[in-house]
């Protein structure tokens, strides 16, 4: 006869214990913000945070999406927002940077540039930051512009940041190419909408007001310089 030491009662016990830790353990998930700071980029904390946020409800209607990862900054806490709900983040970037970030440009990096082909190359840097982020089974990064990827796309999306190319060209067509993916119910982020001249650049802040006018979308607060619109 076999004898179990713990009786039906035990394991009921243990079986509550463990899922109360697992629920325990996913409410207090968070993006790792020590991390973040570290990491190069254009993203404020409170910002990030708001990404976090907004990707937490997002990902349970679909997976996410970015365009412009660069150094993982904000792919941090949109991944962590995903992982926590078993979801993915497709994260889009070709790697080479965008015109502003090229060398003589304002925001040039030039421990960013790639010795060996002379170019600015940023992904090495996001996947050490996906590594350390303990991400690397949630962001799904896409090597490639945003135009090649949206080809053959297929898969309603949650949420859809836009963090590409700044110029109004790039951003409307990110913006056009993307809009009709993201399920009723979702969310477009924008990063930098400066309303005025003197603060940045308009193409973004111009594209928001497109996406607005559409009458797709119901305007959301902003975090500082991100936008948030719903699909109605
Ligand atoms: C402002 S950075 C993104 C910042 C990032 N979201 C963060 O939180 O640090 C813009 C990135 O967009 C990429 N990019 C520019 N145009 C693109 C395009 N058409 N398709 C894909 N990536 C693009 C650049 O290579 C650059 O890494």
Same mark, same amino acid.
């Given at each position: !006869? ?6 039906? %009662? ?13 629920? %325990?353990?996913?409410?207090? !998930? ?11 980029? =254009? ?8 990404? =976090? ?36 983040? =497709?994260?889009?970037? *070709? ?17 960013? !540039? ?46 859809? =940041?836009?963090?590409?190319? *700044? ?52 305007? %959301?607060? !902003? ?10």
């Amino acid at each position: !006869m076999c004898v179990c030491p713990f009786d039906a %009662l035990d394991f009921r016990i243990l079986e509550l214990s463990l899922s109360t830790t697992y629920l %325990l353990v996913v409410l207090t !998930m968070k993006p790792d913000i020590e991390l973040a700071n570290q990491i190069k980029g =254009f993203l404020e904390e409170e910002e990030g945070m708001r990404l =976090f946020e907004i990707a937490s409800k997002a990902c349970k209607l679909g997976p996410c999406l970015e365009i412009g990862s660069y150094c993982g900054k904000s792919a941090v806490f949109l991944g962590a927002a995903c992982k926590q709900n078993n979801s993915i983040l =497709f994260s889009i970037d *070709h790697h080479g940077g965008s015109e502003e970030q090229q060398p003589g440009e304002e925001y040039f990096d030039p421990d960013l !540039m790639d010795p060996q082909t002379g170019r600015v190359d940023t992904f090495r840097a996001f996947r050490i930051t996906i590594e350390k982020a303990e991400l690397e089974n949630t962001v799904v990064p896409l090597v490639c512009g945003s135009k090649t990827a949206v080809q053959s796309w297929a898969t309603p999306l949650g949420l859809v =940041f836009i963090d590409g190319g *700044h110029a109004y060209e790039t951003v409307y067509s990110d913006y056009k190419m993307w809009v009709d993916h993201i399920i009723n119910g979702g969310y477009l982020l924008i990063h930098d909408i400066f309303e005025h001249p003197e603060d940045g650049g308009q193409a973004p802040f111009q594209v928001y007001q497109i996406a607005l006018n559409s009458g797709l979308f119901r305007e %959301l607060p !902003m975090t500082r310089t991100l936008g948030v619109l719903q699909r109605v």
